[in-house]
């Protein structure tokens, strides 16, 4: 038996974890932790304390009038004394019902209090952090982090501690009773004590780690589930919806498994308590009868020490599971802290500068950049420059470092050698909330959230009025197909705008950058997945968008790059050609070769 509960839950067959276990943290840290997010609630947790404190006194009385009960009236079978005891014990069980509600609500309010603050905070820390965490992490981990384990931290922090609290004082009320009716025997009680304790420490570890495997099992679940669900188009097109299950089932059974692992350990743990608290209880009875055959115990004496042995016994029983629940809320709090430890890689300088509106004045200073954790540069000495109202056409292969320049644009990421500077001054002496106002994206992927259109094109500028986002829309030429949807910009549009065709999400994000009104647009193959018609008619709404602007846009498509000032030619992460597009073809190199291939679309 023994051996069946010290092994650990088994890992499952993954060699390699869809979500590795958070690090161990000392109870004492999670406590210094989480404590400031009692703030604003601490004032109530006193009266918490107090209401929970007088249960056990009441408890205590009530059963003190037992005593009387049976000495006073019972034995001596004379009523009189019933009639006051009567009102005192309805008395008595009133004011337990308004203090157990008093308490309920209040410690309730307390506790939930703490989640809201925490939850929020967790999202927002969470939100805060940089591209290169998400780009690293599984979503679905993350939630089920943010959505799930928060919850633990409550009860171990409040709840947890409002118990010990409660099971301490039960424990002292009881045992001074119990001491002033008979002492010898209520040191016999206590040996059982040191048994209880030596069987909820070993217990308790056991529990840490099966709830440690649970709650990575369950971050591990939500990833899979996030990952196969958010593509369920790709997986259901190559037919991978069974390995895809597959994988959620090991998984599954692996949850499974530390959920059965933590139940052996608790059903195992109740009744080795119970065991321990019989046989405590029956020594204290034995005596206790030897006592009352000498006469020097009362009937009703007897009887109250034996009720009152009974619940000295739930406060110790309670103290030593409290010490499992612990644990296992523990394993949650270390999964919260991991994600409260991670820290933006891209973090604002102390004194950064506040720009109210930027010029345009885009510049790349010999910058070298490599992904964390890789080896390979993805930029190499880059440097190009772009004067306010220029657009800059950023071309080249797959692969070639494009997407990672505008990522670098929008300090995503900061460069690791050179800088990126916006009017002169380096993104890193900047604000960062200035730096990402200052431009305006439309992306490869377009972003339609699930909402109305109107909601959507004023992702931008909130505040932007009726008429504005009107006007947006028209000069989008996105006006006249959103005028035909049912409720025109009322119309909700599903997540990832799956409601939408390619080319109308895509006007949709045009006017959301239009709205924005950014000195700065960057585009990110803001005709890519589109057909060659849809392409070309994006092309006016754009011109339209750029116009005034210091543009980037990042294409393969070689007719939104024709117009651009000046065109730089990227390969492997360094510059290998620029100039407009006459000198570059000239030039019969690198843009030349790129400009044939994709001669086919795109007439002379
Ligand atoms: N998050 C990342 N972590 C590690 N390496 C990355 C990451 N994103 C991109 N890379 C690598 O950096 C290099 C440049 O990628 P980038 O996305 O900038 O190319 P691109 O020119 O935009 O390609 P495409 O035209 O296909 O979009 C590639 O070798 C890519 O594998």
């Not at 209040?106 to 940089?130: A, I, N, P």
């Amino acid at each position: 038996m023994v051996t069946v509960l010290r092994r650990p839950p088994p890992v499952g067959e993954t060699s390699d974890p869809v979500v590795a276990a958070a690090p161990h943290v000392p109870p004492r840290e999670v406590f210094r932790r989480f404590w400031p997010y009692t703030r604003g609630g601490r004032r109530w947790l006193l009266p918490v304390v107090l209401l929970s404190l007088t249960a056990p006194v009441v408890d205590a009385a009530e059963l003190w009038l037992f005593k009387i009960v049976v000495d006073d009236v019972l034995v001596p079978r004379d009523l009189r004394p019933f009639l006051w005891i009567a009102p005192a014990y309805l008395g008595l069980v009133v004011c337990s019902g308004v203090l157990g509600f008093a308490d309920d609500v209040t410690s309730t309010w307390v506790g939930e209090r703490f989640l809201l603050r925490l939850r929020s905070d967790v999202f927002r820390h969470v939100q805060g952090l940089s591209l290169g965490f998400f780009e690293r992490r599984r979503l679905g981990d993350v939630l089920s982090r943010v959505t799930g384990d928060v919850d633990a931290v409550e009860t171990f922090l409040l709840s947890g501690v409002a118990d010990a609290l409660y099971y301490v004082v039960r424990l002292a009320v009881f045992l001074g009773l119990l001491f002033y009716l008979r002492w010898d025997l209520t040191l016999l009680a206590l040996v059982i004590v040191p048994l209880f304790w030596g069987s909820a420490r070993h217990f308790s570890r056991l529990i840490k780690e099966a709830s440690r495997e649970r709650r990575r099992r369950s971050g591990s679940l939500s990833a899979i589930a996030e990952e196969t669900l958010g593509n369920v188009a790709l997986v259901q097109a190559y037919n991978r919806q069974g390995w895809e299950a597959g994988r959620f089932d090991r998984e599954n059974v692996g949850r499974f498994r530390a959920a059965m692992a933590s139940v052996r350990i608790r059903a195992v743990y109740g009744p080795v308590v119970e065991t321990i608290e019989v046989a405590g209880g029956l020594a204290v009875m034995a005596l206790g009868t030897w006592k009352l055959a000498q006469g020097q115990l009362t009937l009703g004496g007897l009887l109250v020490f034996l009720a009152l042995i009974g619940k000295l016994y739930s406060p110790v029983r309670g103290l030593s599971h409290l010490g499992t629940t612990f644990y296992a809320a523990s394993a949650s709090a270390e999964r919260i802290i991991e994600l409260l430890d991670q820290r933006p890689q891209v973090a604002e300088a102390p004194g950064a500068r506040r720009i109210s509106r930027a010029r345009g004045d885009v510049e790349f200073d010999g910058v070298w950049f490599r992904y964390p954790g890789t080896d390979a540069w993805a930029l190499s000495d880059v440097s190009f420059h772009v004067a306010p109202g220029e657009t800059l056409a950023l071309v080249g292969a797959s692969g070639a470092g494009k997407s990672t320049l505008a990522k670098l644009q929008l300090r995503f990421y900061d460069p690791d050698r050179g800088a990126v500077r916006l009017d002169g001054t380096d993104l890193r002496d900047l604000a960062l909330a200035g730096v990402r106002d200052s431009v305006a994206v439309v992306l490869q992927e377009t972003l339609v959230f699930h909402g109305t259109v109107r909601d959507n094109i004023a992702y931008g500028r909130p505040d932007a009025t009726d008429a504005e986002i009107a006007a947006a829309a028209r000069t989008a030429d996105a006006h006249e197909f959103v005028e035909r949807l049912p409720e025109g910009y009322d119309t909700l549009v599903g997540q990832r705008g799956r409601t939408l065709s390619g080319g109308q999400c895509q006007r949709l994000a045009i006017a959301r950058a239009m709205i924005r009104d950014a000195p700065v647009l960057l585009l990110d193959e803001p005709t890519a997945g589109l057909d060659a018609g849809s392409g070309r008619r994006i092309m006016e709404p754009l011109r339209r968008l750029m116009a005034g602007r210091t543009t980037v846009v990042i294409s393969h498509n070689l007719l939104t790059v024709r117009d651009a000032t000046r065109i730089v030619v990227l390969d492997h992460g360094r510059v290998v050609e620029r100039g407009d597009h006459r000198e570059l073809l000239g030039r019969e190199g690198a843009y030349a070769r790129l400009h044939r291939l994709s001669a086919g679309a795109v007439p002379p």
